[in-house]
């Protein structure tokens, strides 16, 4: 990250303006997050500063210092949301005469090329020059929204946290019994990605509470903070990919041209971190018209040959939606 230009952005406005970047791809069927490091050593999303006297668009200086910090060039992408809560780049920071606001205006980019230059879980370069890029796992960050596999572990641990937290107190259990889904015949909500997060944040349970609120740090839960708010920007941004699964053909920008029907599935279950049922899944597809046999088969899948499929783009003019139904499992 280019320090002496962050500085320098902006700063006799008293507001600095960021951009940062949520791009997500799969990898071994694990829905992940590039991720660089920040100064201060943790993990961050891709993030520069705009320069108004130089930059022309947010979208170009976005796609600049993308490439430029991780070496990977960015496809489609659109705006996210604007944060700029007071005190997001540094704990109980207020603005004065020497220190700009920051407000950081965040992107999401979708890819189906998880480049192999980049390290999977853990960071590595993309070459000699020292760019430093990472695909991270998002349920390594959030692992209480990856159910494809049952009840998450960390949920023994997370939930007796939040209880002792919300005691006597009904307003708090009610808000915990709804974004966990802890009464019984409740159904689990997957789109509410941020405001699990921000529960967390508020009962003290994630580092980044403890970091800019001076509490002592919370017992780990096994996941992986961020810099600054960059957690709560990939919420968002997770929780905006998982509703646009259900109206937007947005899945078929994470996989390659052709795929199998139990590599599609295998990819929605991944963003949505739900067990998916594979009759219904496939029924849900084909009534979609999105997918289109090949006619070629794959020995690849380990088992029986199973026909490649390609995704069908619908016609302009054509109206409704082209999303994906998710009948779980649970």
């Known amino acids: 990250m280019d320090q002496g230009r962050t500085e320098a952005s902006s700063s006799h406005t008293g507001i600095r303006i960021g951009l940062s970047a949520v791009i997500i791809a799969l990898r071994d069927r694990e829905a992940v ?19 108004p006297a130089r930059d022309r668009t947010f979208e170009l200086a976005l796609r600049d210092f993308v490439a430029a ?92 946290a939040l209880s002792a937290w919300a005691v006597d107190d009904a307003a708090r259990k009610g808000r915990i019994d709804a974004l966990f889904a802890l009464t019984p015949g409740a159904r689990w909500n997957e789109e509410r990605v941020l405001d699990r997060y921000e529960l967390l944040y508020e009962a ?47 899945l078929f920008d994470l ?26 899944f496939r029924r849900g597809v084909e009534r979609t018209g999105l997918v289109q046999p090949t006619g070629v088969f794959t020995s690849d899948t380990g088992g029986r040959p199973a026909e490649l499929f390609r995704h069908v783009r619908p016609e302009p003019g054509d109206g409704g939606a082209f999303g994906l139904s998710l009948p779980g499992q649970r």
């Open 33 to 51: 997050v590039l991720t660089t490091h920040a100064p201060d050593g943790a993990p961050a999303l891709p993030f520069g500063p705009f320069d």
């Open 69 to 160: 910090q991780t070496g990977f060039p960015l496809g489609f992408v659109e705006q996210l949301y604007t944060f700029g809560d007071l005190g997001r780049d540094a704990p109980r920071a207020t603005p004065g005469p020497d220190r700009a606001r920051e407000i950081s205006v965040g992107y999401l980019a979708l890819t189906a090329d998880a480049t192999e230059g980049a390290s999977f879980g853990a960071s590595a370069s993309f070459d000699a020059s020292g760019r430093d890029a990472a695909w991270t796992p998002i349920f390594h960050v959030f692992p209480w929204e990856d159910w494809r596999r049952g009840r998450p572990p960390v949920m023994e641990r997370l939930i007796p």
């Open 204 to 250: 003290g349970l994630v580092e980044e509470s403890a970091r800019d609120n001076g509490r002592p740090a919370p017992a780990p839960l096994g996941d992986l903070s961020m810099t600054s708010d960059h957690r709560r920007i990939l919420a968002t941004g997770v929780a905006r990919l998982r509703s646009k699964l259900k109206y937007r053909p947005v």
């Open 255 to 280: 996989t390659p041209v052709t795929f199998t029907l139990s590599a599609l599935q295998a990819a929605a279950e991944a963003v949505a971190g739900l067990s998916l049922h594979k009759q219904n």
